[in-house]
């Protein structure tokens, strides 16, 4: 509970165990936006690229 | 004064109210539908009930789920807790991340990873690229139902993780730091000083984390059916088969009363195993 | 074997600084008491010297071993905390045997050694309960007994019997110096009482503003200090000051003269009962404004000049309020400060 200056390896794997995590809870929510963005061709698309094969926004009509 | 006597009761009779209208009622009236057999007798529904295909399965996916589910959360929390203690920079903006999926409903994180599990999936896209997988791989099919259950486990313990997080953050807080100084003064290992001083000392919060989480995790539906649809029956679900698709109210009753007697059996068992002594409370 | 060695150690909160290029030296087996106002960093130094916080510089032994960058385990010292930091989920014996028990000893010793502890703080009959069913004296008793019961060759207590009543707390005192000494317990031990660090320590080291203004035997604290503030904190009532104008190497005013190699202004410090009072055609003209019955002694408060001064007389002297006496003071009982530093000269 201190806050000692703990050793460089400690500190590079607690880092990185912190990184790790925040990694865990938003890559599902990077990835589905992705798909959001992708268009009814996305779904299916194989293989998945990072940018979207057809950009649209088709999608978020459903709301308007 | 007489009046100060009435006065509590009056105080937490709104609530009462409340409670009695919009749930004792409803609640009264599903144990009676459950009950309410028709030519079948008193326990019909629930002969019913047992009698069905699905029944068994349903009963050991959903108590596999939370027997998998609600440990390995509390100990991921847990260790998320103790990192947030040690962090001296960015304290609040790692707990803001890690808090997202409180946000995110249980069939949205369903979906989510459906998308990233299913068959032309990212995870396929990514082990594809790694030449793991030649092309689209079904993960979440009924001949596949270790897999779909390890997604099904995933996708909760990634959506409801949060919840148990906040309480223990809070509770973690509530702990002088002076316990876990003394500890470490007096020669405790940092494993000593978890087990000996924090874990006990946060008790109370651990409880109520087990108690809220295993409850919600017997209702488990909405993200077991995003991801498999009946391929991995749970009893809500099953619940859900039987009002919707069979229109027998009387049994997805007596499903829904099960489920409520199984989740208040759990919390008897924590509330008795975790109890307190009343001279230990600081 | 375990003096305490502090070298030029510096704390920075933000911007404020806790310690600042603090030295102090502890002897093996010696018993210091840090005295000094609220806030002005007593406790940061014993938990500097514990390894709970980090330093911004200097270096901290114990013994010969550099202990800077040690965890509090390795250091070798217990440490009593100001807010007790008594563990609510176990029972007092398990409190007090929490360190050994870190320490794998047999239960024999265990026993033995807690009960030893017990005995002394008077806490044999509660050994079964927890604290929370404790009074914040016995809880306090039980952070003091925890620390003992390791047998530590260093002690930090912080505060140890702020919570006790005063009978207590002086059977408590002088229970722990006869422990301590005889134990050879290197002791740092933090205190508001003046009483209590005159009592127990064989030096006091008086803290201000994150500096140790004098560190000295009680006796030479209290006649000599060597500061203003150091005469003004320590004794009750606390030392008067003059401002005078000294000339041609001669510090003087009526019914009073010393040498003093020193021109100019400075300030003549004495205790209030180490004046005579006199007649008031003799000595300093002082004219009493309040006189506070307090059983051995009167303590009488009136002005001398424009300035503020308090004087300790017999109890049956026959003095009112209104009245004017003359004071006469004795040179060698007298501290001259520099009216700048507020530093003895
Ligand atoms: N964690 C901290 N963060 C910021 N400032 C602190 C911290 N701890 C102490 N301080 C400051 O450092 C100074 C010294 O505090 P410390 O607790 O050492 O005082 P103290 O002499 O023990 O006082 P008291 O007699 O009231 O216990 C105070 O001004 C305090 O506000
Ligand atoms: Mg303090």
Same mark, same amino acid.
């Given at each position: 509970?201190?806050?000692?200056?703990?050793?460089?390896?400690?500190?590079?794997?607690?880092?990185?165990?912190?990184?790790?995590?925040?990694?865990?809870?938003?890559?599902?929510?990077?990835?589905?936006?992705?798909?959001?963005?992708?268009?009814?061709?996305?779904?299916?698309?194989?293989?998945?690229?990072?940018?979207?094969?057809?950009?649209?926004?088709?999608?978020?009509?459903?709301?308007? | 004064?007489?009046? $100060?006597?009435?006065?509590?009761? @009056?105080? !937490? =009779?709104? +609530?009462?109210?409340?409670?009695?209208?919009?749930? /004792? &009622?409803? *609640?009264?009236?599903?144990?009676?539908?459950?009950?309410?057999?028709?030519?079948?007798?008193?326990?019909?529904?629930?002969?019913?009930?047992?009698?069905?295909?699905?029944?068994?399965?349903?009963?050991?996916?959903?108590?596999?789920?939370?027997?998998?589910?609600?440990?390995?959360?509390?100990?991921?929390?847990?260790?998320?807790?103790?990192?947030?203690?040690?962090?001296?920079?960015?304290?609040?903006?790692?707990?803001?991340?890690?808090?997202?999926?409180?946000?995110?409903?249980?069939?949205?994180?369903?979906?989510?990873?459906?998308?990233?599990?299913?068959?032309?999936?990212?995870?396929?896209?990514?082990?594809?690229?790694?030449?793991?997988?030649?092309?689209?791989?079904?993960?979440?099919? $009924?001949?596949?139902?270790?897999? @779909?259950? !390890? =997604?099904? +486990?995933?996708?909760?313990?990634?959506?409801?993780? /949060? &919840?148990? *997080?906040?309480?223990?953050?809070?509770?973690?807080?509530?702990?002088?730091?002076?316990?876990?100084?003394?500890?470490?003064?007096?020669?405790?290992?940092?494993?000593?000083?978890?087990?000996?001083?924090?874990?006990?000392?946060?008790?109370?919060?651990?409880?109520?984390?087990?108690?809220?989480?295993?409850?919600?995790?017997?209702?488990?539906?909405?993200?077991?059916?995003?991801?498999?649809?009946?391929?991995?029956?749970?009893?809500?679900?099953?619940?859900?088969?039987?009002?919707?698709?069979?229109?027998?109210?009387?049994?997805?009753?007596?499903?829904?009363?099960?489920?409520?007697?199984?989740?208040?059996?759990?919390?008897?068992?924590?509330?008795?195993?975790?109890?307190?002594?009343?001279?230990?409370?600081? | 074997?375990?003096?305490?060695?502090?070298?030029?150690?510096?704390?920075?909160?933000?911007?404020?600084?806790?310690?600042?290029?603090?030295?102090?030296?502890?002897?093996?087996?010696?018993?210091?008491?840090?005295?000094?106002?609220?806030?002005?960093?007593?406790?940061?130094?014993?938990?500097?010297?514990?390894?709970?916080?980090?330093?911004?510089?200097?270096?901290?032994?114990?013994?010969?071993?550099?202990?800077?960058?040690?965890?509090?385990?390795?250091?070798?010292?217990?440490?009593?905390?100001?807010?007790?930091?008594?563990?609510?989920?176990?029972?007092?014996?398990?409190?007090?045997?929490?360190?050994?028990?870190?320490?794998?000893?047999?239960?024999?010793?265990?026993?033995?050694?807690?009960?030893?502890?017990?005995?002394?703080?008077?806490?044999?009959?509660?050994?079964?309960?927890?604290?929370?069913?404790?009074?914040?004296?016995?809880?306090?008793?039980?952070?003091?007994?925890?620390?003992?019961?390791?047998?530590?060759?260093?002690?930090?207590?912080?505060?140890?019997?702020?919570?006790?009543?005063?009978?207590?707390?002086?059977?408590?005192?002088?229970?722990?110096?006869?422990?301590?000494?005889?134990?050879?317990?290197?002791?740092?031990?933090?205190?508001?009482?003046?009483?209590?660090?005159?009592?127990?320590?064989?030096?006091?080291?008086?803290?201000?503003?994150?500096?140790?203004?004098?560190?000295?035997?009680?006796?030479?604290?209290?006649?000599?200090?060597?500061?203003?503030?150091?005469?003004?904190?320590?004794?009750?009532?606390?030392?008067?000051?003059?401002?005078?104008?000294?000339?041609?190497?001669?510090?003087?005013?009526?019914?009073?003269?010393?040498?003093?190699?020193?021109?100019?202004?400075?300030?003549?410090?004495?205790?209030?009962?180490?004046?005579?009072?006199?007649?008031?055609?003799?000595?300093?003209?002082?004219?009493?404004?309040?006189?506070?019955?307090?059983?051995?002694?009167?303590?009488?408060?009136?002005?001398?000049?424009?300035?503020?001064?308090?004087?300790?007389?017999?109890?049956?002297?026959?003095?009112?309020?209104?009245?004017?006496?003359?004071?006469?003071?004795?040179?060698?009982?007298?501290?001259?400060?520099?009216?700048?530093?507020?530093?003895?000269?």
């Amino acid at each position: 509970m201190t806050q000692r200056a703990t050793g460089s390896f400690k500190g590079w794997l607690y880092g990185s165990g912190v990184m790790l995590l925040c990694v865990w809870v938003l890559l599902p929510i990077g990835l589905i936006g992705l798909g959001a963005f992708g268009g009814r061709p996305a779904v299916y698309q194989w293989p998945k690229t990072l940018m979207p094969a057809s950009l649209s926004l088709d999608q978020l009509a459903v709301f308007f | 004064m007489p009046t $100060s006597r009435w006065l509590p009761y @009056l105080l !937490i =009779a709104p +609530a009462s109210v409340f409670l009695a209208v919009f749930f /004792a &009622v409803p *609640l009264v009236q599903t144990i009676v539908l459950s009950f309410d057999g028709g030519t079948a007798g008193f326990f019909g529904n629930y002969q019913r009930m047992l009698g069905d295909l699905n029944f068994n399965v349903s009963l050991r996916n959903t108590f596999m789920l939370v027997l998998t589910v609600v440990p390995l959360q509390m100990m991921l929390a847990i260790g998320m807790g103790l990192m947030l203690q040690k962090m001296q920079r960015g304290r609040d903006v790692v707990l803001w991340i890690w808090t997202i999926p409180l946000g995110v409903s249980d069939l949205a994180a369903g979906l989510v990873w459906l998308a990233i599990l299913q068959n032309t999936g990212y995870l396929n896209t990514f082990l594809f690229h790694l030449g793991v997988i030649d092309g689209p791989t079904a993960w979440l099919n $009924s001949e596949t139902p270790v897999t @779909l259950f !390890i =997604a099904v +486990a995933v996708a909760e313990i990634w959506r409801s993780t /949060a &919840v148990v *997080l906040v309480i223990i953050v809070a509770g973690l807080q509530l702990i002088p730091k002076e316990f876990g100084e003394a500890a470490e003064i007096f020669g405790a290992s940092p494993w000593q000083k978890l087990t000996r001083v924090t874990l006990p000392m946060l008790k109370p919060s651990l409880q109520s984390a087990l108690i809220l989480r295993t409850v919600l995790a017997f209702e488990v539906f909405a993200a077991v059916y995003a991801i498999g649809g009946r391929n991995i029956p749970v009893l809500v679900g099953e619940a859900y088969v039987w009002q919707r698709d069979n229109q027998n109210y009387s049994v997805a009753a007596a499903y829904a009363v099960l489920i409520m007697v199984i989740s208040l059996a759990a919390t008897a068992v924590y509330l008795r195993l975790l109890r307190e002594k009343p001279e230990a409370r600081a | 074997m375990a003096a305490i060695t502090i070298e030029g150690v510096s704390k920075r909160f933000g911007a404020a600084m806790a310690l600042e290029q603090l030295d102090l030296n502890v002897a093996d087996g010696e018993f210091v008491a840090l005295l000094g106002p609220s806030g002005c960093g007593k406790t940061t130094l014993l938990r500097i010297i514990a390894g709970l916080e980090t330093r911004s510089s200097g270096r901290v032994l114990i013994g010969d071993r550099d202990v800077s960058d040690l965890p509090p385990a390795e250091r070798g010292l217990a440490m009593v905390f100001q807010n007790y930091a008594v563990f609510p989920h176990l029972t007092v014996f398990e409190n007090v045997a929490f360190g050994l028990r870190m320490q794998k000893r047999d239960e024999a010793t265990i026993r033995r050694q807690v009960n030893r502890a017990a005995d002394l703080l008077q806490i044999g009959p509660y050994l079964d309960r927890y604290p929370a069913k404790l009074s914040g004296g016995q809880r306090q008793r039980v952070a003091v007994a925890r620390a003992l019961a390791v047998e530590p060759a260093v002690l930090l207590m912080d505060e140890p019997l702020s919570n006790l009543d005063a009978l207590l707390r002086l059977e408590m005192r002088a229970e722990l110096k006869s422990v301590l000494k005889e134990a050879g317990t290197t002791t740092l031990y933090v205190t508001h009482d003046q009483t209590e660090a005159m009592g127990l320590a064989d030096r006091i080291a008086v803290m201000h503003k994150g500096v140790i203004e004098q560190i000295d035997t009680p006796t030479r604290i209290y006649s000599k200090p060597s500061s203003t503030f150091v005469g003004g904190f320590v004794g009750s009532p606390p030392m008067n000051f003059l401002k005078l104008e000294a000339k041609n190497g001669v510090l003087a005013c009526e019914g009073f003269s010393m040498p003093l190699a020193h021109d100019g202004p400075v300030l003549l410090g004495f205790r209030g009962e180490d004046v005579r009072l006199v007649d008031a055609s003799q000595g300093l003209a002082f004219a009493v404004r309040v006189v506070e019955p307090m059983g051995s002694h009167l303590l009488l408060t009136g002005q001398v000049g424009g300035e503020r001064i308090r004087v300790v007389a017999a109890p049956q002297a026959e003095i009112a309020s209104g009245m004017t006496l003359g004071l006469q003071l004795d040179a060698a009982r007298v501290v001259v400060m520099d009216t700048q530093t507020g530093k003895a000269l």
